[in-house]
């Protein structure tokens, strides 16, 4: 249920009316916005008396909310989720370019990438220490010295940087990752959402490789209602029948979601195709539709990369991509920083 407070409202009149949603025993999500202030109730609603309400001063509207979805939902949070990492903001009208290989395969290539991909602007370093493969004789990734390498290019470059978390046995090597992944394979691993949940890095959120909107948006739900709001979502393409690509792109999934939740969106154009030719239309596409950002695979060697090569972009073709973005990106009505 969100109460809708009318513009002229005291604070105290508005603190009132919390403190008596509170002794029903409901949490609430206050929402200040521009134009209005938004009383998001969580718990069991059907004790709170819609009409009574409807009758205080303050009180503009009164509606139940039907999504199960609560804290990201875009009916108690009207305005866009904002995200600042180190001066970058992501959401809200900002873009950003994460780039980076898939796994760290040494402190030399990862800080030779990111260098390269600074160079090209990108404002983000993504790479994985811990690689949740198919296989278990495949690379694993270099886990601990993996974030090692990662802080190192950080100290380097001073590009922020953001990697995957598997499991929460390993969170505390995450203290200094500025975004902390989840992968698709780990959207609905519920307690490690929890985990994270109480941390303060924002939270990568990837979208599962079966997953609805709406289950993306309850493992979101998951994370927030442990106290941490600063998430992004991230469209990595989807299991279908098609084959011909690794994933199919879900492009709808980005107004879609703008008109379900606060939270920006993201697309990862790499892992939804599986083939580095097709990075180039997939980006501008999602640009077009309305994305957020774009995480995109870059490696110094794709060919003898040790995961994911075929649709890693080499550095010179992402500087050709990026200078493409750049054009779109205000066309989209977006700008960076
Ligand atoms: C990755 O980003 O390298 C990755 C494993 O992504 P996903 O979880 O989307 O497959
Ligand atoms: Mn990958």
């Not at 609560?70 to 959401?91: C, L, Y």
């Not at 600063?230 to 979601?257: K, M, W």
């Not at 640009?287 to 950002?293: E, F, K, M, P, Y």
Request: proline share 4%.
């Amino acid at each position: 249920m969100i109460i809708v407070v009318k513009r002229d409202s005291k604070k105290e009149q508005i603190e009132n009316l919390i403190e008596w949603v509170k002794d029903l025993g409901l949490d609430v999500h206050v929402s200040v916005g521009q134009n209005s202030t938004v009383l998001g109730l969580i718990g069991d609603t059907s004790k709170v008396d819609v009409d009574l309400v409807s009758t205080l001063d303050i009180v503009e509207k009164v509606q139940r909310v039907q999504e199960p979805y609560k804290n990201v939902n875009r009916k108690f949070h009207p305005d866009d989720t904002v995200i600042e990492v180190a001066g970058n903001k992501i959401g809200g009208g900002y873009f950003q370019v994460i780039a980076g290989p898939c796994s760290v395969e040494s402190e030399k290539q990862i800080i030779a990438v990111a260098e390269s991909v600074k160079k090209s602007g990108a404002t983000f370093l993504r790479g994985g220490a811990f690689k949740p493969r198919t296989s278990p004789y495949a690379f694993q990734g270099l886990g601990a010295d993996g974030i090692k390498y990662l802080l190192k290019a950080k100290e380097e470059t001073g590009l922020p940087i953001v990697t995957e978390l598997m499991s929460e046995r390993d969170i505390d090597l995450f203290a200094d990752v500025d975004v902390i992944q989840i992968g698709a394979r780990n959207m609905q691993n519920f307690n490690l959402l929890k985990e994270v949940g109480k941390l303060n890095n924002p939270i990568l959120l990837k979208r599962g490789l079966a997953n609805t909107l709406q289950e993306l948006l309850m493992s979101a739900e998951y994370i927030m209602s442990e106290g941490n709001d600063r998430i992004i979502l991230c469209e990595r393409g989807i299991r279908t029948f098609e084959t011909a690509t690794r994933n199919t792109l879900d492009i709808a999934c980005i107004p879609v979601l703008h008109g379900l939740t606060h939270l920006p969106v993201i697309v990862d154009p790499s892992h939804s195709t599986g083939f580095s030719r097709l990075v180039p239309s997939m980006s501008a596409a999602s640009v077009s539709a309305g994305a957020d950002g774009l995480i995109i695979e870059v490696h110094n060697d794709p060919i003898h990369a040790l995961c994911d090569g075929a649709q890693s972009l080499s550095c010179e073709q992402f500087e050709e991509l990026f200078a493409k973005i750049k054009m779109l990106v205000p066309i989209a009505d977006k700008k960076f920083r």
